[in-house]
């Protein structure tokens, strides 16, 4: 998924809903979307977060569910604005939950590990 695919995919400037596009991977260019706000990259086929993850300073709401991640970045409680991640669906074992759990203790971000609906 390369910015310049993402610039023409959505009309909205500060969400893109990108779920059910058998996505891999997410380009580094991803660091280009600083007002992004909303991003929904659940059911799709990701197995990585860039570390570049840490330049979306607006996003509050990042879904991930359903894709292959076995781990996120530390870069990701870089982001001072998040307050929902849906990690729901995915490949990670019960240690690395516990901890991104810790990673988010004393934040304002609630991280979802159960399907939303």
Do not use: M
Not at 29 to 35: T, V
Not at 54 to 63: I, M, P, R, T, V
Not at 98 to 114: M, P, V
Request: net charge positive; hydrophobic share 35%.
């Amino acid at each position: 998924l390369t910015y310049s695919k993402l610039q023409h995919r959505s009309l909205i400037p500060f969400k893109y809903y990108l779920e059910n596009n058998k996505i891999t991977s997410i380009n580094s260019d991803i660091k280009s979307l600083i007002n992004l706000k909303v991003l929904t990259l659940s059911n799709n086929k990701i197995v990585n977060i860039p570390l570049e993850i840490k330049y979306l300073q607006a996003l509050s709401e990042l879904d991930l569910e359903n894709n292959q991640l076995s781990s996120l970045p530390y870069e990701i409680t870089k982001l001072p604005k998040l307050r929902r991640l849906y990690l729901a669906g995915n490949l990670f074992s019960e240690d690395e939950k516990e901890k991104i759990n810790s990673w988010f203790k004393d934040s304002k971000c609630k991280i979802y590990w159960s399907e939303k609906f």
